[in-house]
């Protein structure tokens, strides 16, 4: 099955900075890559996705950027805000594959 | 996007009893769900795959007859947790895909149901 890390766990910056946060997968048929906020004790949602025939997708604040030689995808966050603290997921999907397999988690503060 | 309910939101049972949490697709047809797991501080880990029709697939470690799986529409996914125990605590989620609309990729989740079996 997939492997799939998540880097840093916790991640603390001050408002205005940016935010990356690394997910490292291991199936290489893996060929679409999501990533998932989700507020306390609220469903995930997907903020941002990329597909394997591409290297990178931006949305206002957010991007991420897939390396898929390497085997891993960043999402990219500029100019934090207090309301983007939350828990960010990678979940890299293989080809075949229904379901999403969710990373570890990255817990974001962004202080004020 | 397309929308996923789910009821109850939250649900305190005693030990022994039986649980009955309903997954539905309002506005798109879903010939499979996905029912995933969450205790605090961690990732949501996949339960099973319900399917429309026929048998659930379950993971690995999931025990079939204890999480009773049930997808008798293709709207309707119902997860009963049977002969509930404390450790049965936790957060289900359910998700799904509409293979039909213009985002086949996107998994769209339910706001969750939070069990307490004391």
């Known amino acids: 099955g997939e492997n799939v890390e998540q880097h840093p766990s916790t991640l603390s910056v001050q408002e205005g900075d940016s935010a990356v946060i690394k997910c490292t997968y291991s199936d290489s048929a893996s060929n679409y890559f999501p990533w998932y906020k989700q507020e306390l004790g609220k469903r995930p949602q997907l903020i941002i996705d990329?597909?394997?025939?591409?290297g990178e997708k931006k949305d206002q604040r957010i991007a991420v950027t897939l390396n898929k030689t390497a085997k891993h995808f960043s999402l990219h966050i500029t100019e934090t805000q207090p309301e983007d603290s939350a828990v960010y997921f990678c979940?890299?999907?293989?080809?075949?594959?229904?379901?999403?397999?969710f990373g570890s988690g990255t817990r974001l503060q962004v202080q004020p | 996007g397309a929308v996923v309910s789910q009821h109850p939101s939250w649900v305190i049972c005693k030990s022994g009893t039986s649980v009955k949490i309903e997954c539905r697709s309002l506005d798109f047809q879903a010939t499979t769900m996905f029912w995933y797991r969450q205790f605090p501080k961690q990732s949501l880990m996949l339960m099973a795959t319900?399917?429309?029709?026929?048998?659930?697939?379950?993971e690995q470690g999931v025990e079939k007859d204890k999480f009773l799986i049930n997808h008798a529409s293709l709207t309707l996914s119902t997860l009963t947790v049977t002969s509930a125990h404390p450790e049965d605590s936790s957060f289900y989620i359910c998700?799904?895909?509409?293979?039909?609309?213009?985002?086949?990729?996107?998994?769209?989740f339910g706001p969750g149901t939070r069990l307490l079996v004391l």
């Open positions: 979940c890299p999907r293989p080809t075949g594959r229904r379901a999403l397999t």
């Open positions: 998700s799904a895909r509409d293979t039909s609309g213009r985002n086949q990729e996107t998994q769209y």
């Open positions: 319900s399917n429309e029709g026929s048998k659930a697939t379950y």
């Open positions: 990329i597909r394997s025939n591409v």
